[in-house]
């Protein structure tokens, strides 16, 4: 046997191969034509499914049917890739910052405190919360997203920021 010399021959034995030819079966799966009922299934498989009882007629329509069904799943497969690699499918946005004002009174917030801003959004507060000096009103805030999914709520006045999370 001659050896190739771009490839060894065991690497044909290789967990690589293998992996690479998994990777390419559904290329190939596409390109296979249908195979009747008939073909696929043992005399015994037949006998004890029943369908060695149906005639040719009847035969024939569920081939055409088992046909037709994997044609149109083929082919939604088909046009689903065709969109991804078109990009239609819609990308999520990037998170955009909320500037706000939370309404009413406040000395201060607590951890797991929800504030209802003007806009009708409502934010939990997930840091140990935050306590003012005086009391304050209709707070100016600016929620922006920060690391990792994490989002900020930040005031003018140069208090730390406050960890919240989006309730609704």
Do not use: H
């Amino acid at each position: 046997m001659r050896r190739s010399p771009l490839l060894p021959s065991r690497f044909f034995a290789s967990p690589l191969f293998a992996i690479a030819l998994l990777l390419c079966t559904p290329l190939f799966a596409a390109e296979r034509p249908y195979v009747p009922v008939e073909q696929r299934l043992s005399a015994d498989e037949l006998r004890e499914t029943g369908l060695n009882t149906l005639s040719a007629t009847q035969l024939a329509l569920l081939n055409r049917l088992l046909s037709e069904e994997r044609d149109a799943d083929l082919r939604a497969a088909d046009a689903k890739r065709t969109q991804d690699e078109a990009g239609r499918i819609p990308k999520r946005t990037a998170a955009q910052v909320v500037t706000a004002t939370v309404p009413g009174t406040a000395r201060g917030w607590a951890q797991g405190q929800t504030l209802l801003l003007d806009n009708g959004q409502r934010w939990r507060v997930l840091d140990s919360g935050v306590n003012f000096p005086r009391p304050v009103e209709n707070l100016k805030v600016t929620i922006a997203p920060g690391f990792l999914g994490a989002w900020y709520l930040r005031i003018d006045d140069g208090t730390p920021p406050i960890k919240v999370q989006r309730v609704d």
